[in-house]
């Protein structure tokens, strides 16, 4: 660009800041969003649908939210949560992003909650359920499209003991989601009159399920609840119906064992009773043209992590659109977001007093290649937010 040309552009638009036609923030440089996801790793696929969902939010609205073009950087968090600091930190300071996005694991989650809270950056979660970001953690700057690890647990927890299931083992990764997933099946079920009878774990990411089966074989519960994901929830699925225990024990989850995972699992999966906020045949217009344009565009089908994903952008877009892309009016920004409604894929949701998505959860069962949606097992669900002082 010459000089000249340059120099014109820039007359132009303090021209049209003088005269109303755009607002400051409008005439502002791009927004910057860092992901902050795994993209290698067991949780590789959850991490590319997140973004996926965004994108697909941001193109639909010409690639602007309140009126800024946005721009991303993305940064690997492999799930490690030893590097999360650092990496949060990289997208804070040395690239000074005005939105961090992330994560997927619940250790690397809650050390971007704290460089957030540090640095008071925005931060919005588009999966980890850690329970402690929308409990102790909270903070203005902080909020989640997804769910804490504690919502799909005791809706599990409540279906089991309704279906009278009286004895349970559990079995999961030892890290704060598998411990706080456990923990909301525990209160669900125990409450409606069922008994954990034992907690069963190993490291994260761990796949090594063959001792641990052997001792379900042993204790004869009557079902095992199991939180796993992504790549360690496709061997698990295949490992449970290889030992073929299913025939005397039932095995039921959180849904992720059973989201984004379908065509690997195969026939192992087959019948499987989960819960969670979102099913593949759901019947409102929203994931009708969601799912439509995700498949399309990304020849995937759409999951979970997709609909978190886009959401993340919505609740984003809805506070850009409040303040006219001006992102340093925080005030006005946060109160936006905390005031939507956002018409999501999963159906509409509002945010709790903590930034929590308070939703309903679908029990599924997995028919072919879809989580079918069998019955809605607890309506407007609240995490309780146990801790937070907002
Ligand atoms: C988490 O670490 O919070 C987590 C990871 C994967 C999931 C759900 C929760 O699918």
Not at 143 to 171: C, E, H
Request: hydrophobic share 45%; aromatic share 8%.
């Amino acid at each position: 660009m010459t000089p000249c040309f340059t120099r014109t552009l820039a007359a132009t638009a303090l021209l049209s800041i003088a005269s109303g036609v755009l607002s400051p923030a409008q005439a502002q440089d791009k927004l910057k969003v860092g992901f902050m996801l795994p993209y290698t790793g067991t949780f590789a696929a959850l991490g590319v649908a997140i973004e996926n969902g965004f994108r697909q939010y941001v193109d639909e609205q010409g690639g602007k939210l309140g009126g800024r073009t946005i721009e991303f950087v993305k940064v690997d968090d492999e799930s490690d949560p030893s590097k999360a600091a650092d990496n949060a930190n990289k997208l804070v300071k040395r690239d000074n992003v005005d939105v961090m996005v992330g994560t997927v694991h619940s250790g690397v989650a809650m050390a971007m909650a704290k460089v957030a809270k540090d640095n008071n950056t925005l931060l919005i979660v588009p999966n980890a359920g850690a329970d402690a970001i929308t409990g102790p953690l909270c903070a203005p700057n902080i909020f989640r499209s997804s769910f804490s690890n504690w919502q799909p647990g005791y809706a599990m927890g409540k279906v089991a003991a309704d279906k009278k299931i009286k004895t349970a083992v559990t079995l999961t990764w030892k890290y704060a989601a598998g411990d706080e997933s456990v923990k909301g099946f525990k209160e669900g079920f125990e409450a409606g009159g069922g008994k954990v009878v034992k907690e069963l774990n190993l490291p994260f990411p761990g796949v090594e399920f063959q001792a641990l089966l052997t001792e379900v074989a042993a204790l004869k519960p009557d079902a095992v609840y199991v939180f796993f994901a992504g790549g360690g929830a496709v061997k698990f699925v295949k490992d449970w119906a290889a030992a073929g225990l299913g025939n005397s024990i039932k095995l039921i989850g959180a849904g992720f064992l059973t989201d984004g995972t379908l065509e690997a699992q195969g026939d192992a999966a087959k019948g499987l009773l989960t819960t969670l906020h979102y099913a593949d045949d759901l019947t409102n217009p929203k994931d009708k043209a969601f799912r439509l344009q995700y498949a399309k565009t990304y020849k995937l089908q759409p999951d979970v992590y997709a609909v978190q994903g886009y959401d993340a952008a919505q609740m984003l877009g809805a506070g850009l659109a409040a303040v006219k892309g001006d992102v340093k009016n925080r005030d006005g920004l946060v109160k936006a977001m905390e005031a939507a409604r956002i018409d999501s894929p999963r159906g509409p949701f509002t945010l709790s007093k903590a930034h929590n998505p308070v939703q309903d959860f679908y029990l599924r069962e997995v028919t072919g290649k879809v989580n079918r949606n069998v019955a809605i097992a607890v309506k407007g669900l609240a995490d309780p937010a146990r801790g937070c002082k907002l």
